[in-house]
Each structure stands twice: as structure tokens, then as C-alpha cells.
């Protein structure tokens, strides 16, 4: 695990225990490099108890402790079953153009589902649009402090893209807060399983420069790593891959419309590896496709239903955006391109902003796409569809 405090020369010592238990166990770390204004820690906790409700804490000055928290522990391996959370294009709290108007009700209805962990699709702090904090690595302390009802009680798993790897930002400060696996690439790209399900997160940026992997280029060193990483997760018995990444190879969103080239590119291997659900973002709207295959020259829907698919049908991409930050663009939601909506789209939506919880259990995973409004008004579930690894009903 990895937290912040705000002065230099504080222990990294964590301290955690199964809820209930009255005895601390100890875990001690060090500093973990970044250019943070303070100091970054980092401790492992080892031996833990899977399924397993855990409160911690972590040590402060002069001997004090903070506040303490709890989280709950992934299940063992195979089929299990638990909820996550996909959020993206979140931006900052009380930005001064008021593009950010759902950012604290997204955050808030998360932390209320309480997810076993958050998959972070990128667009986090939007640096370049807002500099009210001065330096970015300032600006970076201020979106994790903003995350905080999540991020005490739930792992946050990102993916990058074009904002963290682009516009005055850099991939390195922001890596230097994520303790994920070492993958592919300087962590740019790297995997993990949770249950039966083995997720992928892949780098996917997009700039109006023409640059490798910039205009969703994904270089074949890259696409070969995620062959043999999915390879390697069927032969361990994991029964779903599940890719996340920020450009969309489908969008009819007039913002961002489809990355053409990451569809090119990635089409084909995501059908190569057996993925039924892709998660994807960055366009300011909410889409999903039938599932489709023959990406990217010869692409047909394997079903026409908008509510249950099974292992023999194709890929479902699934946009989610956005998660409380409107565009800079036009500064609301993405209107849309095509009216009616393309053929492959099964549902969209350019009226809210927008996560998705996706709950697995041993047999299917189930996507629900909640709306929210911004202005604390319940949020609505606005979509919900489900691909089980038996028939549908």
C-alpha cells in the first residue's frame, strides 16, 4: 500500500488487523520516490486472509496515528463473486469554469456501493486546463486527496492515456502513486486477476500531434505482450479477460470520435484473447456496442439482443464517460455524430455523467451504467446487460 503525508522523516509503519480482532499486527516500509511536496511511503502487508475484512492504520509525527480505515481483501482464485467500479474523466473538484459540476457526487455514490476495488479508466486531474494548484505534482496530491472516500477502503487500479502522458503532465508522477505490477513497459501497460477474472490494462493515448503511439498507435512489442499475458492467464484457469484503456476505438461522440487506428491495431488481438468486455473513456459521453467482431474491416454484431450475451458472442466495448468533468471542448457533454445512432451501438447516452459497476459472480459478470446528475439527485441506472459463460435465459 502506498499514502502521503504532508512532512518528511514520518516512520512508514502500518498497522492492520481482521475487523473485530483487538490486536494490531505491524508492517514496516519505506519511502517511496516522487516528487511529492512531503513524502510518499509504501508498505507490503503479507499473509493476509482473502475475503476478509481488514481495518488499518498508518503511522503520522511525533508517534501519532491517523484515522482508521477498512478494506476488505480480493477472494481466492477461481470463481468468486464481488463488485468493481469503472470511473474516468473525473477532473478536479471546483474548477473555476465549472466544467467538474458532477466530480463530488460521482466519487460520493461510489464510495456508497462500497466496490471491492476501482478501475481508473485516466483523465484524472486535467492539469492543463487547471492550474489552481500550482505545480503538478501539487495538482496530483489534490485529485488522491479528492479520492479519498474511495481510496481508503478500495485498491485504485489505473490505466493512462493521453492526459497523464501528454499536456504538461508525464507518466512518471503519477506511476510514482501506483504501486501496480511491473508488466510491460515501465508499468505503462500490466495485468492482475481478482476471482476467475483477469484484467488488462493497456495504454492508450491520443494528441492531435502525429506521434507512435500517440494517435492510438499500440506498438507490436505491445500487442504481443498482451497476447501472451492473456495466453498465460487461460492456461492458469482464468475464465474472463477484461481490457481497460482510455481512447475508444468506437465513439460516435463529436469530442472524441473513434480512434480508428486503435481499432485497427488492437481490434483484432482483443478477439484474438477471448475478451467479451472492453472498458474504455475519454469521449464525454456514454456508449455501448453489440457484441461485434470482425474488427476492423469486417465488423458484425453476433447478437441482436440488448441484455444477455453469451461466450460465443463477440466484444462488447463499453465507453463510460464522463465521471464528472464536461469538455473543454464544447464545454458540456459530447453531442453526437451520427443521428440516428451507427448500427453496432446497443445504447448511449450524452445527458449525465456516468461509472459503471460491473459485478462478477461465478457463472456471468453483470454491468449496470449508473447516470448521475451532478446536482444530488439520486443517480439513475440508465443501462444493464450481462455475458455469461453459460446460455441466457
Known amino acids: 500500500m502506498v499514502w502521503h503525508t504532508a512532512g ?3 516512520p512508514s509503519e502500518v498497522q492492520y488487523r481482521p475487523a473485530g480482532s483487538k490486536k494490531w499486527l505491524d508492517a514496516k516500509g ?4 516522487s516528487g511529492t511536496t512531503g513524502q510518499l511511503h509504501e508498505a507490503t502487508l503479507r499473509g493476509l486472509t482473502p475475503a476478509t475484512k481488514y481495518e488499518y492504520r498508518v503511522s503520522g509525527p511525533k508517534g501519532a496515528w491517523s484515522d482508521g480505515y477498512a478494506t476488505r481483501t480480493a477472494p481466492r482464485r477461481g470463481p468468486a463473486a464481488y463488485g468493481f467500479v469503472f470511473v474516468a474523466d473525473t477532473g478536479l473538484v471546483g474548477r473555476e469554469d465549472g466544467l467538474t459540476s458532477g466530480t463530488r457526487q460521482v466519487i460520493e455514490e461510489i464510495a456508497k456501493l462500497e466496490p471491492l476495488f476501482v478501475l481508473l479508466g485516466d483523465d484524472y486531474a486535467y492539469y492543463d486546463t487547471d ?3 500550482g505545480t503538478l505534482e501539487d495538482t496530483i496530491d489534490a485529485w488522491f486527496n479528492q479520492m479519498t472516500p474511495l481510496a481508503v477502503k478500495a485498491p485504485m487500479m489505473p490505466t493512462y492515456g493521453n492526459h497523464e502522458m501528454l499536456l504538461g503532465e508525464g507518466y512518471e ?22 476471482g476467475n477474472v483477469h484484467f488488462i490494462s493497456i495504454m492508450a493515448a491520443q494528441s492531435s500531434r502525429r506521434s507512435r503511439s500517440l494517435e492510438g498507435e499500440t506498438p507490436k512489442a505491445t500487442r504481443d505482450w498482451i497476447e501472451q499475458d492473456a495466453a498465460a492467464a487461460r492456461r492458469a484457469g482464468m475464465t474472463w479477460i ?10 460516435d461522440g463529436s469530442n472524441h470520435p473513434s480512434n480508428v487506428t486503435l481499432r485497427a491495431h488492437l481490434g483484432p488481438v482483443i478477439e484474438r484473447i477471448g475478451a467479451k468486455i472492453v472498458l474504455t473513456c475519454h469521449d464525454q459521453s456514454y456508449e455501448r456496442t453489440f457484441p461485434l467482431t470482425g474488427a476492423p474491416d469486417n465488423i458484425r454484431a453476433t447478437s441482436a439482443s440488448k441484455t444477455c ?4 458472442d463477440g466484444v462488447s466495448r463499453v465507453k463510460v464517460s464522463p465521471g464528472g468533468k464536461m469538455s473543454n471542448i464544447n464545454r458540456k457533454f459530447a453531442q453526437w455524430l451520427t443521428n ?3 448500427a453496432w451501438t446497443a445504447f448511449r447516452d450524452n445527458t449525465m455523467h456516468h461509472f459503471a459497476r460491473l459485478r462478477v459472480s461465478p457463472e456471468a459478470i453483470r454491468v449496470e451504467i449508473f447516470g448521475v446528475p451532478g446536482d444530488g439527485t439520486p443517480p439513475l441506472v440508465q443501462d444493464t446487460f450481462q455475458v455469461r459463460s453459460s446460455g441466457c435465459e
Open 30 to 33: 519505506g519511502p517511496r520516490n
Open 340 to 342: 440516428p445512432a451507427p
Open 309 to 312: 450475451y453469451t461466450m460465443r
Open 8 to 10: 518528511p522523516g514520518v
Open 242 to 251: 477484461l481490457p481497460f484503456l482510455h481512447v475508444a476505438p468506437f465513439s
Open 173 to 194: 508522477p503519477w506511476a510514482a502513486r501506483f504501486p501496480t505490477p511491473e508488466g510491460h513497459d515501465r508499468r505503462q501497460n500490466y495485468s492482475f486477476d481478482v
Open 131 to 133: 492550474k489552481r494548484y
